[in-house]
């Protein structure tokens, strides 16, 4: 992973010392609040429904044990004893005292992490695909190019006050789990006649106008990627909309403008840009990639032919394989996803003693490296099959070893009404109620792969409009009301979720879930056509009909 | 605003004199372009409506003055980076508008040089020293702030 030199040190130094500064002036009375929030906000500190929250970003989703044991600590230490690992790949602290903020954030220097850019209309933390550099569907590591793009993107003079905040998503696999089409730009990794570069989709977005991203560039040049980037984000900060915060995304000026005319206005300024200062040097990539090289993975084939034995003997170890582990490139290795989705537990949440005990596994058994994925959970990109059951029942011991990984109770899901000043209804509660109404693994199993996902508002921070199961919590007449998308998704065939009719009140939400799920069930082929393979095949109809009723003749 | 503080801009790292107007760039031109005024484009102004204006001539300007409604309008930030980097425009950029303390470093760094602050607080800001940062981590300007390169990664900039 990416080490801070001494420039970096002293680059988020003295970004810690300006907001102590900051906050001794707010504290002592010399700003007023509403001159503190732009200040605090280029710091990730947010005034919440009950408090203010800490936003700190780990880069790329990327950290190793040293890092995640200072998140323990400052769960432990400042805020109530957890965190909440976030879709955009940040961890968030919900209850930390302001004056505590400028220590926390000192704290997190000395690990090499920051919170600058989780918060404002800037280029917000990068992300990309949790099983970066591990994954057997790879084509290259995009983390690389995700370092790169965070440096260039700090406190970039240019870019800090854009119409609307701007996220960058990067993939360097076949399958697509870091979602780009559905982000500002999203970067495909491709390689073209031996070279190496990007597809580039650019406003792709959620919200309450959600849209999948155009294609503005089948190639580019790895070498142009900041040149390129920078032309995109100056006709974006030129021409954007800012008389309506919620027409001012990139994904509206695509819109309005249509892709042709501004990938014209895109290509003519990358063309002034080409070949000059933001080209990136040889040397300078090869010098960021060498901080990503893979750790030594020795061949372990013996103890991999061994796991089918071990899965043998413990049913719930092979539950937790199938679900919770995923091809590696070495055949003697797997990529695992420790679940933070435990049953009737907050979707993301994670107290500070398993965040320790995570990172005392990822440090024996997982060389070293986390990962957080968009989705909420935490992974181990490199562990020996021969390690997996040690990983398992470690993983027991702290609570962690729930094998729901891609199925129902895998939910993703925004604060909510609980935490959210935003919000009109509860997200959290229809999580956990939903976790139970589908806690018995076997049914679970049989299910197989559904992708739901809640949002507590429109913002749709929980991206419900790509989950092949999409809540959408609203307010109406001083009540919640839940709308059901299906049909979501936000992968490689990434597609925005129909809404299926009217909204449904919390108490009779679950039972709507388990028509949904049952109407699938009974409509499906054969066992491996999954949930969005049969909506995909059948349509909304049918669900429609289960959830409603039948359709009135027409006379 | 006090009628003193109306006399002065912020330029080189101290408050001078405020030796001229600011027009609308249209009457700039029809006004025969006296030498007091300068040609002030508003936010939602491109570029190009000034190089349309000048046929072309920005060398002819000694002075462009960029407006930011609101602290939060970056565009002006875009126009300043790109008359220095691509139109090469030497003469003096003029920021007005929302000048706020929390803006001034990044508006150094695209290559404004002078500042209309009228904000108490900038200007107290202003006035005491070391308020830029001095490591960046992409290239700007070319602005006022001599930057150098050096560092191991070719985006790195030190003032």
């Not at chain 1, 002293?10 to 707010?26: I, L, M, P």
């Not at chain 1, 591990?134 to 993107?153: G, K, N």
């Not at chain 2, 875009?78 to 990044?106: C, F, N, T, W």
């Not at chain 2, 070319?142 to 030190?158: A, L, M, N, P, Y």
């Amino acid at each position: 992973m990416y080490r801070y030199d001494e420039f970096d040190h002293a680059f988020v130094q003295a970004r810690v010392e300006e907001y102590s500064e900051q906050v001794e002036r707010r504290m002592a009375g010399h700003i007023t609040e509403d001159q503190f929030k732009p200040l605090r906000l280029m710091n990730g500190v947010y005034l919440q429904l009950h408090a203010y929250m800490l936003r700190v970003a780990i880069p790329y989703g990327t950290l190793d044990s040293r890092q995640m044991r200072k998140l323990a600590h400052i769960a432990r230490t400042y805020d109530k004893g957890y965190g909440h690992f976030t879709t955009r790949q940040n961890i968030q602290f919900n209850w930390p005292a302001l004056t505590d903020t400028p220590q926390i954030l000192k704290e997190l220097a000395e690990v090499e992490m920051h919170a600058l850019q989780t918060s404002g209309n800037c280029i917000r933390n990068v992300t990309s695909d949790h099983f970066a550099g591990a994954a057997a569907d790879e084509l290259t590591d995009p983390r690389p190019w995700c370092e790169i793009l965070r440096q260039w993107s700090s406190i970039h003079p240019e870019f800090t006050y854009l119409p609307r905040k701007f996220k960058i998503a990067v993939s360097g696999a076949a399958h697509d789990r870091a979602a780009v089409r559905v982000h500002d730009i999203g970067l495909q990794m491709r390689q073209q006649n031996g070279r190496l570069g990007f597809e580039v989709f650019v406003g792709g977005g959620l919200g309450r106008t959600p849209m999948i991203g155009k294609c503005v560039r089948e190639f580019l040049p790895a070498e142009d990627l900041l040149a390129y980037t920078t032309a995109i984000l100056r006709a974006y900060n030129l021409n954007g909309r800012r008389d309506n915060k919620y027409k001012a995304r990139i994904k509206i000026l695509v819109h309005e403008t249509g892709i042709d005319a501004l990938r014209g206005q895109i290509e003519a300024e990358f063309e002034r840009l080409r070949g000059g200062d933001l080209t990136l040097p040889a040397d300078d990539v090869e010098a960021i990639h060498a901080y990503f090289q893979a750790p030594d993975l020795p061949d372990r084939s013996e103890e991999a032919i061994a796991l089918l034995a071990q899965m043998d003997a413990d049913a719930a170890f092979a539950a937790w394989v199938r679900q919770n582990t995923s091809a590696h490139r070495h055949p003697d290795y797997s990529c695992v996803t420790i679940s933070l989705k435990g049953i009737g537990d907050a979707p993301g949440d994670a107290s500070a003693e398993q965040m320790d005990a995570v990172a005392a596994i990822a440090e024996r058994f997982g060389h070293d490296e986390l990962r957080i994925s968009h989705e909420q959970n935490i992974a181990l990109p490199h562990v020996a099959k021969g390690d997996l059951k040690s990983v398992f029942d470690g993983l027991v011991e702290c609570g962690l070893a729930t094998a729901n990984v891609g199925l129902i109770s895998d939910i993703i899901a925004c604060p909510g009404l609980d935490y959210c000043a935003l919000a009109n209804a509860r997200s959290i509660p229809v999580a956990q109620d939903i976790a139970r109404r589908f806690a018995d693994p076997a049914r679970a199993e049989e299910i197989g792969p559904v992708k739901l996902k809640i949002s507590g508002c429109i913002n749709a921070c929980g991206h419900h409009h790509v989950g092949h199961i999409g809540i959408l919590g609203v307010e109406k007449k001083g009540t919640e009301l839940f709308q059901i998308t299906l049909g979501g998704s936000a992968d490689e065939h990434t597609s925005i979720g129909e809404i299926v009719g009217r909204g449904f009140e919390y108490d009779q939400l679950i039972d709507a879930i388990e028509t949904v799920i049952d109407t699938y069930l009974e409509l499906r082929t054969e066992r491996a056509e999954t949930f969005l393979d049969t909506y995909r095949r059948v349509g909304a109809q049918p669900f429609k009909h289960a959830l409603y009723g039948a359709p009135k003749e027409v006379a | 605003m006090s009628d003193a503080q109306a006399m002065t801009v912020w330029k080189a790292g101290k408050f001078v004199e405020r030796d001229f107007d600011l027009v609308p760039v249209d009457d700039y031109v029809t006004s025969g372009r006296p030498a007091s005024a300068v040609p002030k484009l508003l936010a939602g102004e491109g570029v190009d409506v000034l190089i349309d204006a000048v046929e072309g001539d920005l060398s002819s300007l000694a002075a462009i003055a960029l407006d930011f409604p609101s602290f939060a309008d970056g565009r002006s930030y875009s126009k300043a980076q790109l008359l220095r980097s691509e139109h090469a425009y030497q003469g003096e950029l003029i920021a007005v508008g929302d000048v706020l303390p929390d803006q001034v470093a990044l508006m150094l760094r695209v290559g404004f040089d002078v500042l209309e602050a009228t904000h108490p607080v900038t200007r107290t800001r202003l006035a005491e020293a070391g308020h830029e940062t001095t490591l960046h981590t992409q290239i700007a300007g070319t602005s006022s702030v001599k930057e150098t390169s050096g560092e191991r990664f070719s985006w790195r900039r030190t003032a």
